[in-house]
C-alpha cells in the first residue's frame, strides 16, 4: 500500500540542471500535444505546455537533450506519485468512515442503526447496544415488510416483570456498521406498551465477537480502535509526505 514519493533532492537536481541548459537547445525545439479537445497545439517551448500533457510530448526539429529528457521523466514520476498518494489518502479515508459509525442517545440508552435483509426486502432498525442481553432481540412490528418465519423458542422475563413468549427467525443478513453476518438467527418479540424509541436490543451475541469504544463526545461508536489508530496514523504520515513533496527549493546559498 504504501508508495515511495519522488525525493526532493532528485527533483531539485532535475530544475537545476534544466537551467544550465544552451539556449539553442531550447529554442530549436517544435513541441506538440493533444488538448482533452483533441486539437493539436504546437509551441516552442516546454514551460506553455500545461502539466498534465507534458507526457505526450513529441519533439520536432531537433531532438531534447538528455539533461532535459530527465527533467521530464521526473515530472512525470512526480505527477504519478502525487496521483497515487491522493488515492491512497481517499482509500484512507473511506476506511476510517466505515469503522465509525453514528449513535443515537436518549437517556442512557446508546442506539446504532441495524440493517436486516431477507429474501430481497430489507429493515432498517434502530437497536440498543445492551451488554446485559444473551441475545439479539428485533420487535416483531419493525420487520412488518419481511417476510419472517418466526417459530416460537421459549419464554422471557421483561423489565416489567411480565413474562412473554419468545420466537426465534433465521435472516439472510444483519449488517452492523462495517460488519456484514451471513444468515444469523435472533429472536422476536410482540412488544407490549407504548411507542417506544427504539426497535430492539443488540446483545452479546453479536458484541462479544468484536472490539469497541463509544465515543459519547462525538456520537459515534468506534469498532476496532487500534485498527482505526493505525490508519489514522498512516494519514498523518502521508500527510506530511505531501506537504514536504509541495514545500520550494531553498535558494542555493
Request: charged residues 25%.
Amino acid at each position: 500500500m504504501h508508495r515511495k514519493p519522488i525525493t526532493l533532492c532528485a527533483h531539485y537536481l532535475a530544475l537545476a540542471l534544466l537551467c544550465f541548459l544552451p539556449s539553442t537547445a531550447l529554442q530549436a525545439q517544435i513541441l506538440h500535444y493533444i488538448d482533452e479537445s483533441g486539437r493539436r497545439i504546437y509551441v516552442d517551448n516546454i514551460s506553455k505546455v500545461p502539466h498534465a500533457y507534458r507526457d505526450q510530448l513529441e519533439v520536432r526539429g531537433s531532438r531534447l537533450t538528455q539533461e532535459r529528457r530527465d527533467e521530464l521523466e521526473l515530472e512525470r514520476q512526480e505527477r504519478l506519485s502525487a496521483q497515487q498518494q491522493q488515492q491512497y489518502m481517499r482509500q484512507l479515508d473511506q476506511a476510517i468512515a466505515a469503522l465509525q459509525t453514528p449513535l443515537t442517545m436518549r437517556g442512557n440508552s446508546v442506539m446504532l442503526p441495524v440493517k436486516v435483509t431477507l429474501r430481497g426486502r430489507t429493515a432498517n432498525t434502530l437497536m440498543v447496544l445492551d451488554t446485559g442481553a444473551s441475545s439479539t432481540v428485533f420487535h416483531r412490528d419493525k420487520l412488518a415488510q419481511l417476510p419472517l418465519d418466526a417459530r416460537p423458542s421459549g419464554y422471557a422475563q421483561v423489565a416489567s416483570g411480565d413474562v412473554i413468549e419468545t420466537f426465534s427467525a433465521r435472516f439472510d443478513r444483519i449488517e452492523i456498521g462495517p460488519y456484514q453476518i451471513d444468515s444469523p438467527r435472533a429472536d422476536i418479540i410482540d412488544f407490549q406498551g407504548g411507542a417506544e424509541a427504539h426497535d430492539g436490543l443488540l446483545g452479546m451475541d453479536f458484541l462479544r465477537q468484536v472490539e469497541y469504544r463509544i465515543d459519547f463526545e462525538a456520537s459515534q461508536i468506534i469498532w476496532d480502535p487500534a485498527r482505526i489508530a493505525e490508519l489514522k496514523q498512516q494519514r498523518a504520515d502521508l500527510e506530511a509526505a505531501i506537504a514536504a513533496l509541495a514545500e520550494p527549493a531553498e535558494d542555493p546559498k
